[in-house]
């Protein structure tokens, strides 16, 4: 976690105008890009390559944020890699960084593009957003020089970041955030030394910005929302969907839903790698949404926010399930895999039922009724309680409803996008060991359920009409960032190992970008 001096030093607030000026709601935008990706190459390239296919992705963001200007949007946000895509080495990232200065300098690059260097993409991006009068977003790459005095200097002298930046109306450089938790193969970046907090200031809101895999850390995600307040969280995402708990639309408006703050997220539409979803994502629903596996095209969502969103009440996400008598299930559990983590499951054999799953201190419990109960599909309660360590080491308490793929058990957990069975009510609930929960609600075909479920103070997810659509996942999903470190070397080494293995078995499963 962030000791409260590193705190006070990281956090950037700007001050933009005078509170009588500021705005009680805003338009929001979020772009999903279909980015134009580098040849396949580790062999660095001439920087005048790079600032050509820079400036082809470029001409595409600036199609959206000129739209975006024209249908009244204060803000919008562009996807991590965005503008020069993935798949480099450290060598052959190396044209394509800027060196991104800190926004204490008071710059706006479209009026002084040479101040710090060539900055042709800092440039253009400034200017977009001073001559659409809007906030821009983006995602690009910092590049920071160092030396044998620095003991964690890189052997090539330099450090490079995966970085968010933030200009503002005027063009003005308002915000850097330097991502914290890189994902696996994210070898030709480096993370800061101490995580970033970053916020600003607008007419419209206080804002905090992280990145893709930030999102399943404590810092800075967390603590942007708990000690810095911010009303509106932008997420620059490259994000691959996994199912059944991790598909973007789905566990985005949960992370909104559980940290009580509105979430703009802006994912790569790039579906042969499984990456769509993006949305605009209010503290009690999703205001827009986007999802599409079928088309090549990217697409511009707006939607009207609250500046300050009201915020639910504090849910005591133990409260119920703790005063539930847990019934034992006899021999009926089984055991199945959910994104390579083991869940003690239980069938749902009936049409309707109250029933109750546990591992280890999580307990799970499910009312439901379903409309009828087909001999064609299989839903299951599961519960999982435990250190996940592929992609990445994170405790978790999750309880699920969820389809299985066939009739056959050991597929319950398998990934699937459409079911048939519809449920007439749902209630969830679980003993939740930390008050970080995020609640999902997934239906066929990759749908979200807006106002049809609600989370109540006793920490119940149910349901309050029946689903629009058949069922694919109910779930609560629980982080204890605490119980991170709880794993040894030989764990990681381990997870990393089964990594590569399933990267190079399991292309379609695993993901591969975050």
Same mark, same amino acid.
């Given at each position: 976690m962030i000791t409260s001096q590193l705190l006070a030093y990281v956090a950037i607030s700007v001050l933009c105008v005078c509170k009588a000026s500021s705005l009680d709601t805003f338009i929001a935008a979020v772009y999903?890009?279909?980015?134009?990706?580098?040849? !396949?190459?580790?062999?660095? =390239?001439? *920087?005048?390559?790079?600032?050509?296919?820079?400036?082809?992705?470029?001409?595409?963001?600036?199609?959206?944020?000129?739209?975006?200007?024209? *249908?009244? #949007?204060?803000?919008? @946000?562009? /996807?991590? &890699?965005?503008?020069?895509?993935?798949?480099?080495?450290?060598?052959?990232?190396?044209?394509?960084?800027?060196?991104?200065?800190?926004?204490? =300098?008071?710059?706006?690059?479209?009026?002084?593009?040479?101040?710090?260097?060539?900055? +042709? =993409? *800092?440039?253009?991006?400034?200017?977009? #957003?001073?001559?659409?009068?809007?906030?821009? =977003? #983006?995602?690009?790459?910092?590049?920071?020089?160092?030396?044998? %005095?620095?003991?964690?200097c890189p052997p090539d002298g330099r450090y490079q970041y995966n970085t968010d930046v933030v200009f503002d109306s005027e063009g003005k450089l308002v915000a850097r955030y330097h991502k914290q938790n890189l994902f696996l193969g994210e070898d030709q970046f480096n993370a800061p030394k101490e995580p970033?907090?970053?916020?600003?200031?607008?007419?419209?809101?206080?804002?905090?910005?992280?990145?893709?895999? &930030?999102?399943?850390?404590?810092? +800075?995600? @967390?603590?942007?929302?708990?000690?810095?307040?911010?009303?509106?969280?932008?997420?620059?995402? #490259?994000?691959?969907? @996994?199912? /059944?708990?991790?598909?973007a639309i789905e566990f985005h408006l949960a992370w909104a839903m559980g940290m009580r703050v509105n979430f703009l997220a802006s994912n790569i539409h790039y579906p042969s790698n499984r990456m769509t979803g993006s949305g605009i994502y209010a503290p009690d629903s999703p205001r827009a949404f986007h999802y599409d596996m079928k088309t090549e095209e990217g697409k511009l969502l707006l939607s009207q926010l609250d500046s300050h969103p009201h915020r639910p009440a504090v849910v005591n996400w133990t409260s119920y399930a703790s005063s539930v008598e847990a019934l034992s299930m006899g021999n009926q559990e089984f055991k199945n895999t959910v994104f390579f983590d083991e869940f003690t499951f239980f069938e749902l054999t009936e049409v309707t039922g109250n029933y109750t799953v546990c591992q280890k201190d999580l307990c799970c419990h499910l009312s439901y009724k379903m409309s009828e109960k087909r001999a064609d599909?299989?839903?299951?309660?599961? !519960?999982?309680?435990?250190?996940?360590? @592929?992609?990445?080491?994170?405790?978790?308490?999750?309880?699920?409803?969820?389809?299985?793929?066939?009739?056959?058990?050991?597929?319950?957990? &398998? %990934?699937?996008? %459409?079911? %048939?069975?519809?449920?007439d009510m749902f209630s969830l609930s679980g003993t939740f060991g930390t008050q970080h929960v995020f609640p999902e609600v997934l239906l066929s075909e990759i749908q979200l359920a807006p106002g049809e479920f609600q989370v109540s103070s006793d920490g119940r997810l149910f349901s309050l009409t029946p689903p629009s659509g058949p069922v694919l996942t109910v779930t609560l999903y629980g982080r204890l960032y605490e119980k991170d470190r709880a794993s040894d070397a030989s764990s990681d080494l381990t997870a990393q190992a089964l990594g590569v293995m399933l990267i190079v078995l399991t292309p379609v499963v695993f993901s591969l970008r975050w």
């Open positions: 999903e890009h279909a980015v134009v990706l580098p040849n !396949a190459t580790l062999t660095p =390239v001439s *920087q005048e390559e790079a600032l050509l296919l820079m400036n082809r992705n470029l001409d595409l963001l600036e199609g959206a944020i000129t739209s975006a200007a024209k *249908q009244g #949007a204060h803000i919008i @946000v562009t /996807p991590e &890699d965005g503008i020069y895509g993935w798949n480099f080495s450290r060598d052959s990232l190396y044209p394509y960084l800027e060196d991104i200065p800190d926004p204490q =300098v008071n710059w706006i690059p479209c009026n002084n593009p040479n101040r710090f260097g060539h900055t +042709p =993409v *800092q440039e253009r991006l400034s200017c977009l #957003a001073k001559d659409n009068s809007i906030y821009v =977003v #983006a995602n690009i790459g910092d590049k920071k020089p160092c030396n044998a %005095s620095d003991p964690q970033e907090v970053v916020t600003f200031n607008t007419t419209f809101g206080r804002f905090g910005i992280f990145t893709c895999f &930030d999102i399943l850390f404590h810092d +800075p995600a @967390v603590t942007l929302v708990t000690d810095f307040h911010v009303d509106t969280i932008l997420f620059p995402t #490259a994000w691959m969907n @996994v199912l /059944p708990h991790l598909s599909e299989v839903y299951a309660l599961g !519960a999982f309680d435990g250190l996940h360590t @592929v992609e990445g080491s994170y405790y978790l308490q999750v309880c699920t409803l969820l389809k299985c793929k066939t009739t056959d058990l050991h597929t319950c957990g &398998d %990934s699937v996008e %459409s079911a %048939s069975t519809r449920f």
